[in-house]
């Protein structure tokens, strides 16, 4: 099973997150809820974490927040600390209407000291209202609060103290939208929503505005809106001065097209679609925040359908948590965690290579299973796979991991397998190469990634290796060699070949006896080793260095061939002697 690699906090029933400028991080909390040996635990106090650079901090603390889900946070500029309000019970499941302030490194529970507060409530929205000077909080949903347990209110939140802002029979935006402060426009966004509430089946694409006390349906004013939705996140991105939204909710009844993963800007009454399908899996509920120290909005966390990719069930769309972040720039989402990391982004067939699993949220019996892999490689319940590919071609595989609480997080990576290189031949010039000659060594290559690396292998002695397919050299020694050639391509592919090479000392110079009625018209002749003599004489030369004498019967003659050096040569001369034929008369000339 993986081992626990807890390094990025968990999504059950949603985390509460918001830029905290006092500690130059993202801060999150989630509800340090676990499954062990089949009982859920949730322990006391909830899990704080600080983001920054791309990592997931816990902090070390021992007071805060008991652990909940479905609360709200944002950062009160005014009092210059975090406020967290409301959620569910994650053991007991009761809605709370508690308020914790987070500065200094320490969480404080305010809510016994508060003569005034919104009722228990979860699901609700809030952010910091710059231009009134307080924090905002709308809506959210109870079941004390009747049958449908929707609250369409609107509270402030300033120097400690509650006040509701609603005003009777005024409209105000539907439930289950999403807002956030638009700097550039100098007003409270808010988005979408279900105006029954819940699953209703009915959506909205309103567009409000929160200015002065007050909210006003901007709708009918704003240009190219979103399709209806409720529970899409929006965030101000100050790095492009325009408001981000991505995702949401847009049917009742889920199915593998209900959750939506796109991406739109907003800015001076227009809307602006930028990715009809952002990297991430289509969700609703990801919590975002604008990291002013990396100047990036993060993304973490949602709620949708994922693809069952138990292999050992038949492929069904399943609601879960999300548990992975997600970083938002130039108009682009990156995975931050997990995020799934291939040793080398192009391999070869036949190569080893591996797939790691990077800043995965984990618990004790999570699922980590791999999908998609090249041909050859098999998914293997671990943070690591290694495996060699046999089959050519682009492929994206991706990992989920499913954590012992239902929490899933996915992600993606790409892979280019090519062919490994191979030598289709591999051969010198001649098999037989004399001292001083010049000989060439031959490969044909094939396949492989990128730039080839050749080396040669056991060459004789006078011959350099070559980055080269075709070696040319002159050997300064004789003997017999065996040369290897060693492809590599660009990431690690090999091939290799050999083929043999006989280098002698030196070419034997033939002296027939002198022309006669027995050998006419025979003068000096050249022989190479290997290579045959003239038709008068089949003989093959070997190393005759200490050779000094050799008696050869051809046709009926007897022939003695002598063996000297002569000028840094060896010559030999061939001389006929005593009749052999079968009359007993001489033997008959050389054919």
């Known amino acids: 099973m993986p081992a626990n690699n807890s390094s990025a906090p968990g999504d059950f029933a949603g985390v509460a997150m918001a830029y905290d400028p006092s500690v130059g991080a993202i801060v999150a909390v989630d509800a340090n809820f676990s499954f062990v040996n089949g009982t859920f635990t949730a322990s006391n106090p909830a899990l704080t974490w600080t983001y920054s650079a791309g990592n997931w901090t816990r902090l070390n603390l021992t007071t805060g927040p008991p652990p909940l889900g479905f609360w709200t946070m944002t950062y009160d500029t005014a009092d210059q600390c975090l406020v967290l309000f409301g959620g569910e019970e994650i053991l007991g499941g009761s809605t709370v209407n508690y308020t914790f302030t987070f500065a200094n490194g320490t969480w404080t529970n305010l809510t016994p000291n508060l003569t005034v507060s919104p009722p228990p409530l979860q699901l609700s929205q809030m952010t910091y209202d710059a231009a009134d000077g307080y924090v905002l909080l709308h809506g959210g949903f109870s079941p004390t609060l009747g049958t449908s347990g929707n609250y369409m209110v609107t509270w402030a939140f300033v120097n400690g ?349 033939v002296h027939p006896p002198a022309t006669s009625s027995r050998s006419p018209g025979l003068g000096p002749h050249l022989l190479h080793q290997g290579q045959p003599a003239p038709g008068w004489l089949t003989l093959q030369v070997g190393f005759l260095a200490g050779l000094t004498t050799l008696v050869a019967v051809l046709g009926w003659g007897v022939w003695r061939l002598q063996v000297r050096r002569q000028a840094g040569q060896l010559v030999a001369e061939l001389e006929h002697g005593q009749s052999d034929g079968p009359d007993g008369a001489p033997g008959p000339p050389p054919p």
Do not use: K
Not at 334 to 363: E, K, Q
């Open 161 to 509: 103290t509650w006040a509701n802002l609603t005003r009777p029979a005024s409209p105000m935006p539907a439930l289950n939208g999403w807002m956030t402060y638009d700097v550039s426009d100098r007003y409270v966004l808010y988005f979408g929503g279900s105006p029954g509430g819940g699953m209703t089946g009915s959506h909205t694409n309103d567009t409000w505005e929160f200015r002065n006390g007050s909210w006003t349906n901007l709708t009918a004013i704003v240009h190219n809106a979103p399709s209806p939705r409720d529970r899409a996140p929006i965030e101000y991105d100050s790095a492009t001065g325009t408001v981000i939204l991505c995702g949401g909710q847009r049917s009742a009844y889920p199915s593998n097209s209900s959750y939506l993963n796109d991406t739109w800007s907003y800015s001076a009454l227009t809307w602006t679609e930028l990715s009809p399908s952002s990297g991430f899996s289509p969700r609703e509920n990801m919590v975002l925040a604008y990291n002013a120290a990396d100047r990036q909005v993060v993304g973490f966390g949602g709620f949708g359908l994922v693809l069952n990719v138990n292999p050992n069930a038949s492929q069904s769309y399943v609601e879960n948590d999300f548990a992975d972040t997600w970083s938002y720039s130039g108009g682009t989402w990156t995975p931050v965690a997990p995020v799934l990391t291939p040793a080398r982004p192009i391999v070869d067939t036949g190569a080893t290579f591996s797939l790691s699993v990077i800043g995965s949220a984990d618990s004790p019996g999570a699922r980590v299973i791999y999908v998609g892999l090249p041909g050859g490689c098999v998914s293997q319940n671990s943070y690591r796979l290694e495996c060699r590919p046999n089959r050519a071609g682009t492929f994206r595989p991706a990992v989920e991991i499913e954590t012992s609480l239902g929490d899933i997080s996915w992600a993606f990576t790409e892979i280019i397998v090519n062919v490994g290189p191979s030598v289709a031949s591999f051969r010198a010039s001649s098999s037989i190469v004399r001292l001083g000659e010049s000989m060439q060594v031959t490969a044909v290559v094939t396949n492989g990634t990128g730039a080839l690396s050749i080396q040669h292998t056991g060459l004789p002695p006078g011959c350099q290796d070559q980055n080269s397919s075709a070696l040319v050299c002159r050997p300064t020694s004789p003997g017999t060699f065996t040369i290897g050639i060693v492809v590599t391509d660009r990431v690690g592919g090999v091939a290799t070949a050999e083929t043999s090479v006989r280098v002698i000392d030196s070419d034997f110079v």
